[in-house]
């Protein structure tokens, strides 16, 4: 009876560690490591040049392809001085199909806190209309010289567009984070 007893523990112990070892080594866990930020749009003054955002036009090296093990994407600003504001930045975002789709649009403001390259970090970030899938997060916003950025869900779209149509001096750029 002992016997007996005994095999079967160490049958099952054996299916346990076998069970253990296919999932660690197919990769059937979630994968949420944190990309290093990325430049996606570097000090726009206008949007004069993206008036044509659909897939073929010229202006395909602003698009800004997004890993497909993200599951989120988080975008922080950065203007040429303080106080400078961006009313109307638009977020746009290509489907797998390719056709473009509004995600976000939005009005960012400057303070006076800087990024290790001098330029100001916007502060401020306020939705005026949100399209994205789950809702966009706006985090650590509300001024007082503080790092506002934008999260939102990335996993309907493969590329983004940020767009500055009107900007009230200086200019604009844009930086991406995956989780």
């Known amino acids: 009876m002992h016997d007996k007893f005994n095999k079967s523990i160490i049958f099952l112990s054996h299916i346990l560690l076998l069970s253990f070892l296919i999932f660690f080594c ?14 996606i749009r ?12 659909s897939w073929d036009s010229s202006e ?18 950065y203007g040429s001085a ?5 009313s109307d930045v ?18 960012i ?5 800087d990024d290790d390259s001098g330029l100001k970090i916007a502060d401020t970030i306020t939705t005026t209309s949100d399209y994205t ?3 966009a997060t706006l985090l650590d916003n509300g001024g007082n010289d503080r790092h506002a950025t934008l999260r ?3 996993a309907e779209n493969s590329h983004i567009v940020v767009l500055f149509p009107t900007v009230s001096a200086g200019n604009w750029s844009c930086r991406i984070t995956g989780y």
């Open 152 to 154: 939102f869900d990335a």
């Open 109 to 113: 403001t400057c303070g006076n806190a």
């Open 90 to 107: 638009e977020v746009w975002g290509y489907t797998n199909g390719g056709s473009a789709k509004l995600l976000w649009i939005g009005s």
């Open 82 to 86: 303080n106080n400078i504001t961006c």
């Open 42 to 53: 570097d000090a726009v003054d206008d949007g004069s040049g993206m008036t044509d955002i």
């Open 60 to 77: 395909a090296v602003d698009r800004y392809r997004l890993s497909k093990k993200w599951n989120a994407v988080v975008l922080s600003f």
């Open 26 to 39: 197919s990769g059937w866990m979630l994968e949420t490591n944190r990309a290093s930020s990325v430049l």
């Open 133 to 135: 899938a789950g809702g």
